[in-house]
């Protein structure tokens, strides 16, 4: 189907009479609008859609998208709107009328500067409104001294195309339909965006709020991080927002094939991210594993989207694709001296840790951590756990390795892991007397868990993206 064709699907064709009745409707309301508010500006808005289809979802999508941000640019300006009457359903097209505190002409200003930002916002009508002796009429573009409204297609004079018909109506609707197109395309775009940044913070909030949980940050204790504690990640977290915003933004935007130049990009997000962070809780470290994860995955989710196919699949291959040369950095790693706990764990034993994960496409995160979670019975929090316990069983964490100093840590916690499974976990009275000893223990020792909690992190942010964003079937 043709853009224009699907931009008209679902609108009933109106004949002369009805658009004509439409229109002593609409002087009708302005007048009554006008009288009741003598002392305001009346702007009534509507779209201009040639030929006999006014109306469609598509349209009335366009209308309110749109329309909410002229709102907000009434409101950055300081506009107090005083009354909104909404006529979005009109079988002749979407239409709606303000109430604004301003003088007219500020509001004509207001009003020509919203139809001329983008090209969509040239198919809105709005009609400042003045009562002129007893005729109500609305002031033109040429009485606050702006240029006339110009031809969609030529660029001239549009009253003078308009009473020439000098352009067809199947063309005009086709640049109409194109214009929309664009302009719902670039909304949902953001609004895929912006949600997989909400997605990621409440990722973050959320692990850290699960408890107990051995060696890492929650709301009751933060013994093995005495520098920390629950208000600090959650004042990490929300300061990461804008960070996971450009990762989905770029990759969303990103029509191209070459992953790890896209992947470079995201990388020097994330070392300003980390900036971020620290700005944001002191200095300390709270989500440097978490910024380079849940990047990564926020990255690949979003440009899946863009390609338009959303699977749990696809966004692992991305993951992968994006990663792929960042096994160069072991080849770094074996030639220069460690410079973080990570790389000494590669050095010493040959465990490629947070990177080697990552460019396996978060195995764990996919393998283990999801379902685990997706299967977890009880509360969200007893989820959380469940999920972190499992994790904890397949994650070597170099974290846990520095604060411990020997390599012999990772069969203990295996060994504590598994018998707390074995109890039946955080659900039964058994697995979670010793869940609860194991975290005092870790506690005394300030042992951590760190990159475990990365990937309950990465676990919850997928579940909600499987939620929200993935087509009902995983395979390709």
Not at 57 to 83: D, M, S
Not at 330 to 355: D, H, N, V
Not at 357 to 382: M, S
Not at 393 to 404: E, F, G, I, N, P
Request: aromatic share 6%.
């Amino acid at each position: 189907m043709e853009t224009s064709a699907r931009v008209f699907v679902g609108g009933d064709q109106q004949d002369i009479p009805a658009v004509l009745a439409n229109r002593d409707w609409r002087a009708a309301q302005q007048r009554r609008l006008v009288e009741a508010f003598p002392n305001a500006t009346v702007v009534a808005v509507k779209l201009n859609i040639p030929g006999p289809v006014k109306t469609s979802p598509v349209i009335r999508r366009f209308f309110r998208e749109e329309l909410a941000c002229f709102e907000k640019q009434l409101a950055e300006a300081g506009v107090l709107v005083l009354r909104t009457e909404i006529e979005d359903d009109r079988p002749t097209g979407p239409e709606r009328f303000y109430v604004v505190q301003i003088t007219a002409e500020a509001a004509k200003r207001l009003t020509v500067t919203f139809e001329t930002a983008t090209p969509a916002a040239r198919l809105f009508d709005m009609d400042v409104l003045v009562r002129d002796k007893d005729v109500i009429r609305p002031v033109s573009r040429e009485e606050v001294g702006l240029p006339a409204r110009r031809c969609l297609l030529c660029d001239r004079l549009a009253k003078d195309c308009g009473r020439s018909r000098r352009h067809s109506v199947a063309a005009l609707q086709k640049r109409v339909a194109a214009l929309i197109t664009a302009a719902v395309n670039a909304t949902e775009k953001e609004r895929v965006v912006s949600r997989l940044a909400t997605l990621a913070v409440r990722a973050l909030i959320n692990e850290a709020a699960a408890w107990p949980k051995p060696g890492l940050v929650d709301p009751v204790e933060h013994g093995a991080h005495p520098d920390m504690d629950y208000p600090l990640f959650v004042r990490s977290a929300l300061a990461l927002e804008g960070y996971f915003r450009r990762c989905a933004r770029v990759a969303i935007n990103y029509a191209g094939k070459d992953y790890p130049a896209l992947f470079n990009v995201v990388r020097r997000y994330g070392i300003q991210a980390e900036h971020t962070m620290m700005r944001a809780t002191g200095n300390v470290n709270t989500h440097k594993g978490a910024i380079f994860a849940l990047g990564i995955l926020v990255t690949a989710t979003a440009s899946c989207w863009q390609t338009g196919r959303v699977t749990l699949r696809t966004i692992q291959r991305r993951v992968q694709a994006l990663l792929t040369h960042l096994t160069d950095d072991f080849t770094r790693m074996k030639q220069e001296a460690p410079q973080t706990a990570g790389e000494a764990q590669y050095q010493q034993t040959g465990r490629k840790g947070a990177r080697g994960e990552a460019v396996a496409g978060f195995p764990v995160i996919f393998e283990v951590g999801l379902p685990a979670y997706k299967q977890a019975r009880g509360t969200t929090n007893d989820r959380i756990i469940t999920a972190f316990l499992a994790l904890a069983q397949h994650v070597q964490d170099s974290t846990l390795y520095k604060r411990a100093g020997t390599d012999a840590i990772e069969q203990e916690k295996q060994r504590q892991v598994a018998a707390i499974i074995g109890a039946g976990g955080i659900t039964t009275p058994a697995g979670r007397k010793l869940l609860n000893e194991m975290q005092t223990e870790y506690s005394t020792r300030h042992l951590s868990l760190g990159g475990v909690a990365d990937m309950v992190s990465g676990t919850l942010l997928m579940a909600d993206i499987e939620e929200e964003f993935c087509s009902a079937s995983t395979d390709e």
